[in-house]
């Protein structure tokens, strides 16, 4: 574990400061944390705080470091070096609880470790690698009280390892959103454990919410709501003593946020040059330029993960269904991978087409950094596969060629990762395959506008003339 953590804070941490200038929404995060720090305009450039379209808990984390060296590129990108390198150490934590092995705990953290998302969000100051971190640390905390339930039997009294997965799945909430499908994924898992144990009863579902509806309750909404809640304290006004439905109460103003947030993140209808559909994550067919700088010596950020590695993982994870289909045992590691990945990316492939079952409009703004909740349990698949293959020759050389093949793919595009300088040579090379950047014709551009008309909350559909589709038709990871 050591030497594959290390590998990772080297390759976070090496020129972390370069841009110096603000990547992708560093400037909408970093800002607002810096408010949360100083609160002052001539520091922090804002007059009040802003960013009300997430919740705090990633923002506050982030200006941690500003109390001491203010607002500074250092201060802004610290902690996203420090959190993705501490992820990687959790990662081979859960998967050496989960897969019982160094060989496949090794794996799986070194895939993270040298994946291109998890570096690149490990180097700028957004919220998503504090996501990915609070994620990892949830499924810690199951997967330890899923062996204490099925090892000592345990099942009643006080759970806390439950508990601190709950407590986390609140605190990835607290970071963003989309943390909601962590909780429901530890939450299914818990459940589904829980009722594998009382099988052999009449009627084991209903026993099962007898008996443990309490506890999960607790612990799945309960704590996750009572952590999602005290982030906001100081972040929303209000009267503490007085009922949620009176304006002007702490709970009113809270709730009021929920729903800026609800209609902000249901708005996100039109098109952005870094968007792309949920069907092509895996494939990483549109990479996100978060800066790009042409001259003599081209530099570029390029949020984007390994096309070769990420398919593979997702071969190996429906092998792992096939699996899972004919044993259905809670105690092997193959309910809590395709549990997780489930539960961190088909929604957002199934949100693509039927949006109506979200309760949202067609939101188009849509990001491949949303896949990385799910690529922990993708590394964890690869390392399962090869403690069986490793037993074998030929398993064996096939496991060290795509381990070599990762490390070396991560040399070969770790300047597009970085802003290293190319010539147009080197960089030409690296985007054979993903150059295909055609745009497409000028289109309206359509939103919805929130109005009151005597009371009543309604959206009324906008569309005003000729805005230019910016997101490319092609494979392409440039600007």
């Not at 574990?1 to 804070?9: E, H, N, R």
């Not at 994946?115 to 949830?138: C, E, K, N």
């Not at 290293?420 to 055609?438: H, K, T, V, W, Y």
Request: net charge positive; glycine share 8%.
């Amino acid at each position: 574990m050591t030497a594959v953590t290390t590998v990772a804070g080297l390759v976070r941490g090496v020129r972390f400061l370069t841009p110096l200038g603000e990547l992708g929404d560093e400037q909408v995060y970093a800002s607002n944390a810096c408010w949360y720090a100083h609160s002052s305009k001539a520091i922090c450039g804002l007059a009040r705080e802003g960013n009300l379209e997430h919740p705090p808990l990633g923002k506050w984390i982030m200006s941690l470091p500003m109390h001491i060296w203010g607002y500074t590129p250092f201060s802004q990108r610290i902690l996203s070096v420090v959190f993705g390198t501490l992820t990687v150490a959790l990662l081979y934590l859960l998967a050496r609880l989960l897969l019982r092995s160094t060989l496949g705990a090794t794996i799986a953290a070194g895939g993270l470790a040298v994946d291109f998302m998890a570096i690149v969000h490990s180097r700028v100051a957004m919220l998503d690698i504090y996501l990915l971190f609070f994620v990892v640390l949830a499924f810690v905390f199951l997967v330890l009280d899923r062996n204490r339930l099925f090892e000592k039997g345990r099942s009643g009294g006080t759970r806390p390892w439950r508990l601190a997965a709950g407590a986390a799945a609140g605190a990835a909430i607290a970071t963003k959103w989309t943390g909601l499908l962590t909780l429901f994924a530890i939450a299914f898992l818990s459940f589904a454990w829980e009722d594998h144990r009382r099988r052999d009863r009449k009627k084991h579902l209903l026993v099962t919410l007898a008996e443990q509806g309490p506890s999960l309750f607790l612990t799945f909404v309960l704590v996750p709501m009572a952590v999602y809640a005290t982030t906001f304290v100081g972040h929303v006004r209000g009267a503490l003593v007085s009922w949620p439905w009176i304006e002007g109460s702490w709970l009113n103003a809270l709730w009021e946020r929920q729903a800026h947030i609800f209609s902000f993140h249901a708005q996100l209808i039109w098109e952005h040059q870094s968007a792309s559909p949920p069907w092509s994550w895996p494939l990483a067919k549109r990479g996100a330029p978060f800066i790009y700088t042409p001259g003599d010596s081209i530099r570029t950020v390029v949020d984007t993960g390994n096309p070769v590695i990420w398919t593979l993982s997702i071969v190996v994870l429906i092998y792992i269904a096939f699996r899972w289909a004919r044993r259905q045992d809670p105690r092997e590691p193959e309910g809590v991978l395709l549990g997780g990945f489930v539960w961190a990316y088909p929604p957002w492939l199934v949100y693509s087409l039927v949006p109506f079952l979200f309760f949202t409009w067609d939101r188009s703004a849509l990001f491949i950094w949303y896949l990385l909740p799910a690529l922990p349990f993708m590394y964890m698949a690869l390392g399962y596969v090869a403690m069986d293959l490793v037993r074998k020759k030929i398993g064996r050389v096939v496991v060290a060629g795509v381990a070599l093949f990762a490390v070396a793919s991560l040399a070969f595009y770790y300047p597009v990762l970085t802003y290293a300088p190319l010539s147009r040579g080197a960089l030409d090379a690296r985007m054979f395959a993903f150059d295909n950047c055609e745009r497409r014709d000028h289109a309206p551009f359509i939103y919805f506008k929130k109005s009151t008309v005597n009371g009543s909350t309604r959206f009324e559909k906008v569309e005003e003339p000729a805005a230019p589709h910016l997101t490319p038709l092609g494979w392409c990871w440039l600007p």
